[in-house]
């Protein structure tokens, strides 16, 4: 888990090899069953399964989960997926929320590599 913040609101990214729908639905559950991360106001995540079906889940935060995929097709990683929680610190971010979205995939990928 690496965290980042912005104006109070702290960031984490998750991740770990799937191969399924079901798989990606468990790895998010077991995440989830740590308490901070059952408590983060999102718990974004996306993948591109190894037969190229992309999912993703916003998980409240509208258009991040895309942001998660674009980044996923870019550096062509499939079977794998990146979860970015975020804990809401009480100022909005605009914008610059899915910023730290690619920020935070950004260091997991950078940590893969």
């Given at each position: ?80 997926i990146?979860?970015v ?19 935070a ?9």
């Open positions: 888990m690496n965290a980042l913040t912005d104006r109070g609101s702290k960031y984490a990214v998750s991740g770990g090899p799937v191969t399924t729908q079901d798989d990606a639905k468990a790895f998010v559950k077991q995440l989830c069953r740590n308490k901070k991360f059952a408590k983060a106001t999102h718990n974004t995540w996306a993948v591109i399964l190894p037969d190229g079906t992309p999912i993703k889940n916003d998980d409240g935060e509208s258009g991040a989960g895309i942001v998660i995929l674009r980044m996923l097709d870019r550096e062509d990683l499939t079977g794998h990146i979860v929680t975020r804990w809401f610190g009480g100022t909005k971010l605009g914008g610059d929320r899915f910023r730290r979205v690619q920020d995939v950004r260091v997991y990928l950078d940590d893969l590599a």
